[in-house]
């Protein structure tokens, strides 16, 4: 048990689905973030909320949705996925302070058909 | 910007020899270090980080790293390794003026009995 719980484990959804993947935090944390990883790629920052304000990365496709309706919960809506996007996702939480560190959840496996 | 670099992709190391992963940083400012160590199918954990003072610093099962301000480098060093080390060790900088971590692509250790 890391603190930090996702889910689904495993999803496979079809380019015209709509789904979305849940982060749940019980570590007080105040800042939460969306990680890609994908093989042999550095894990690509997606979208940081810190004290309920949204940093994202500009880079990352309209199609990705993240929503933070409180400091405990963390979505990130899924819509006409690519086959590229496949990968790793991964949610952490962190103190929100300089030098601390980041948890990880287990990650959800998305598979794009 | 800042930039994590890890050198090797993949470490083959036979049981109980010692192990060096390398992680090397760039940044204009001042960072924060730290390994992450991910087994398979699983979210990252942390080993170790590297705030202030000693430049050695200790983690969990038996790794230890030493930060090098002049060479701009983290590496990673266990002296004996188990068949249970085998895993993906991640390096990550954050700045000392926010809260976003930025990884390396990773380095694969396979432990040989």
């Known amino acids: 048990e890391t603190g930090v719980t996702q889910t689904p484990r495993h999803l496979v959804m079809g380019m015209t689905n709509k789904k979305s993947l849940k982060c749940e935090q019980h570590l007080g944390h105040n800042a939460m973030y969306w990680y890609k990883q994908s093989a042999k790629k550095p894990l690509e920052l997606m979208f940081v909320y810190s004290l309920e304000e949204r940093v994202e990365n500009n880079s990352v496709p309209s199609r990705f949705s993240p929503e933070c309706p409180n400091s405990s919960h963390l979505f990130l809506h899924l819509h006409t996925l690519q086959p590229e996007d496949s990968a790793l996702y991964l949610c952490?939480?962190?103190?929100?302070?300089?030098?601390?560190?980041?948890?990880f959840g287990q990650g959800t496996r998305l598979t794009v058909v | 910007a800042q930039s994590v670099t890890q050198l090797d992709s993949q470490v083959p190391v036979f049981e109980e020899a010692p192990v060096e992963l390398r992680c090397n940083y760039s940044?204009?400012?001042?960072?924060?270090l730290f390994w992450y160590v991910q087994y398979p199918n699983q979210g990252l954990q942390l080993l170790l980080k590297?705030?202030?003072?000693?430049?050695l610093v200790k983690g969990i099962n038996g790794f230890e790293a030493e930060f090098n301000k002049s060479q701009t480098s983290f590496h990673l060093r266990k002296p004996s390794v188990h068949i249970s080390d085998t895993a993906e060790y991640f390096c990550?900088?954050?700045?000392?003026?926010?809260?976003?971590?930025?990884f390396g692509t990773g380095t694969s250790l396979t432990v040989i009995p």
């Open positions: 940044s204009s400012v001042s960072v924060y």
């Open positions: 990550a900088v954050t700045m000392n003026t926010g809260n976003q971590f930025y």
């Open positions: 590297y705030l202030s003072g000693s430049t």
């Open positions: 952490a939480s962190s103190q929100g302070v300089t030098g601390t560190e980041a948890f």
